[in-house]
T-cell receptor
Framework: KQEVTQIPAALSVPEGENLVLNCSFT??????LQWFRQDPGKGLTSLLL?????REQTSGRLNASLDKSSGRSTLYIAASQPGDSATYLC???????????FGSGTKLNVKP | EPEVTQTPSHQVTQMGQEVILRCVPI?????FYWYRQILGQKVEFLVS????????KSEIFDDQFSVERPDGSNFTLKIRSTKLEDSAMYFC?????????????FGNGTRLTVT
């Protein structure tokens, strides 16, 4: 069974810092990996989708990388802002059915 | 921007009662999903639905659960006889296509509380 782990569980940084969130997964035979943002009491917002054939994806201040062979992905957030405060979830799809296995998330707090 | 909408936002029910959670996926999407998140735990896949049938389901999705697309816009999750352990946030999601190149779009969830 696929296990997805996210480190750290929580992170508090001052505004303006660049930061890296880590995700690891046990089964490297994934079809794609998606990073989501979850705000308290809200749904999940898709941030970046990386296909298995890709190494990275970028959207604005966000950059996600994927290393399938080592079972790792990172989400890089540049110049963090208080509005980035949320829980960030990593999820992997093993079967190309959008049947995602989620990590527990990293709760990010960006202090003004 | 089009979004997935879920109703109600919060549902309280007594153990043993039937509940129906409702979702309106994004209109041009063809694939529909239910996920759930028990408080303090990971988001878990329940079921995927395409072309009016279940395409994949998890071991959680037993005979107490069913899904339906009763018309061209709604997608529902029914729990026949709720248990205390069914208390969770239930998320509906949809995607334009299946799998690799089509991101999931989630609704804001229905918080189900079983007493």
């Amino acid at each position: 069974k696929q296990e997805v782990t996210q480190i750290p569980a929580a992170l508090s940084v001052p505004e303006g810092e660049n930061l890296v969130l880590n995700c690891s997964f046990t089964d490297s035979a994934i079809y794609n990996l998606q990073w989501f943002r979850q705000d308290p009491g809200k749904g999940l917002t898709s941030l970046l989708l990386i296909q298995s054939s890709q190494r990275e994806q970028t959207s604005g201040r966000l950059n996600a990388s994927l290393d399938k062979s080592s079972g790792r992905s990172t989400l890089y957030i540049a110049a963090s802002q208080p509005g980035d405060s949320a829980t960030y979830l990593c999820a992997v799809d093993l079967y190309n059915f959008n049947k995602f296995y989620f990590g527990s998330g990293t709760k990010l707090n960006v202090k003004p | 921007e089009p979004e997935v909408t879920q109703t109600p936002s919060h549902q309280v029910t007594q153990m043993g009662q039937e509940v129906i959670l409702r979702c309106v996926p994004i209109s041009n999407h063809l694939y529909f999903y239910w996920y759930r998140q028990i408080l303090g735990q990971k988001v878990e896949f329940l079921v995927s639905f395409y072309n009016n049938e279940i395409s994949e389901k998890s071991e959680i999705f037993d005979d107490q659960f069913s899904v339906e697309r009763p018309d061209g816009s709604n997608f529902t999750l029914k729990i026949r006889s709720t248990k205390l352990e069914d208390s969770a946030m239930y998320f509906c999601a949809s995607s334009e296509r299946g799998g690799e190149i089509s991101p999931l779009h989630f609704g804001n969830g229905t918080r189900l509380t079983v007493t």
